[in-house]
């Protein structure tokens, strides 16, 4: 097995050690959260006990298919390649119906803070007109992404029943006694191997970060409501969480790519909230106070956007990065 | 006349002295604005300078009567509080025609900018729906605000022929050769007199700015659309006048209150524009895509609002305010 592929001429584990063990175990916890999720599950209880399987399930399978990524090299290429497909796939599909609930439960607490000062609406005069709208624009966002939800529950139930779905639970069965290795580069010391592919993923994560557009700031936003920069920032956010697991393997800190990466799961939901709120105003026949405060949540959450992107880059740039910097201790 | 009240127990000029100077200049501002203040000017230079004329007219009938309420005892009292009163019937009368024009350029200049981004109306999608709701809320604002910046030029003109504004205008004059002095309190040094009464100012300030509930930043902005506290930063923005013209009066450097000044002005003028969005999106039957670009803009005029705050206590908070701190020389 591959964690015997010790390479006489170093003293530390090999390439292929360090990496079997942190494939080894997440390939472990997907087949522990498969087992656990239940997308059926009704009653308060089971429905949370599911929920978290799902998401260990969905970590699980970003991490084989980042790590696979990263240290592609390091395993029979072919077989990485095949399941990192298969494994995004499914995160992915999974993915949307907890991403419609979120995104639901987020333009409602923001509804509910907007309309809770009654000066939101109507500053002169009364407010009940538009404390109207926000209640209505709750109820059709409530309505069309409740669908979303729902049509995203179905795909779950028929993916999990799928014989792609059994392909994908196999062959992380498979992974998790044995990982197929390349027999030369896993014998390699992880110095030597690892560490160098890291570093590539952190190149690629820090080019991603200086070609970001300059950010608009909260004191003169330029033009907060532009959208048209969203996609790179996703992007980073991708080569973040890739960033972050090659570190996991290496058994690194990764408190601050995980904060970083809040930031931008925040940047990330709170630009779909945006666009699901200029979505819904976009409805047939809407009440004009419906639409008055899908226009006010959609600018509010386009400003969450902004505030994402700088705390990013106050958690990101503020100190150098990368695992490659001395440590005082 | 004042200025010969020469204090023989001391060296400089006498509290009299150095109020009536600045009243004086003041009067003599006030008066040449209204010569060369013609409301119904129509061509762009002959507007321009008039425009310019209103202005001056009415920044000296705000110093008047800001020196006259903080140095109130050095005057003869009752007749500082009858001009008083006249002169903020007159600048705000004055002020309105201005405001509304101002506020619809703001507004417009907001809708360009925001509807500049092709994505802010329909992210997903055609773009075409919600650029014409910007373009049809910038029609209905205009019409709106027009109407209201001609009633304002009305009450202008209807002020300028009453006999309120001549008895006004005569109280000026007199001014302007004669400030009636407290016989007793205008013969004092200035340093027991006149730098006592701005301190009490100052202090107001002080007390006014303490009040201010903490602002919601920019990352975590709890609740940026409540206009339940801008009076009391109007207050602050009144309180700030005053105490600058109580540092005109003095001689003192007034760059820092300007500059807080502009702040707050940007924050009235923001308040203001956000509240006529809100105003123009309960015209009835109006189209969902004119509400919804009035919402866009309502929010984006209360984040203006917030950073006008966080400038404003950036500009002011960051060093101890006062004209009493040290300066290095």
Redo the contacts between chains.
Sequence with gaps: MAQQNRNPSTWGPCAGDVLGTYLRSQATAFLRGMRQYSPSAASGADAAESSDAARSLRGAARRISGSLATFRVVTESSWADGLRAELVWLSSTLADEHAYAARLARLMDALH??S??P???????SAG??TVGSARAGALLERQLTLARTRAHSATLQALGSSRFHAVADAVAVLASEVPLDAVAARGPVAEVLVPLAAVAETRLSAAVSALPPISG???????????HDGLWHEVRRLLRVHRYAREVLGEDVTRPAAAGEALNRHRDAAEA??AS??A??TPR???????????????QR?EVE?AR??FQHLWLREPAGHTAVTAG
């Design positions: 803070r907007l809770g000062s000066e939101l609406p109507a500053p002169r005069g007109a538009l909260c004191e003169a936003a330029p033009s907060p409501y532009n959208a048209d945006a666009a200029a979505t105003a976009r809407i009440a004009p106070a419906t639409a008055y405060a899908l226009g006010v949540l959609h600018a509010d400003h505030a700088a705390d």
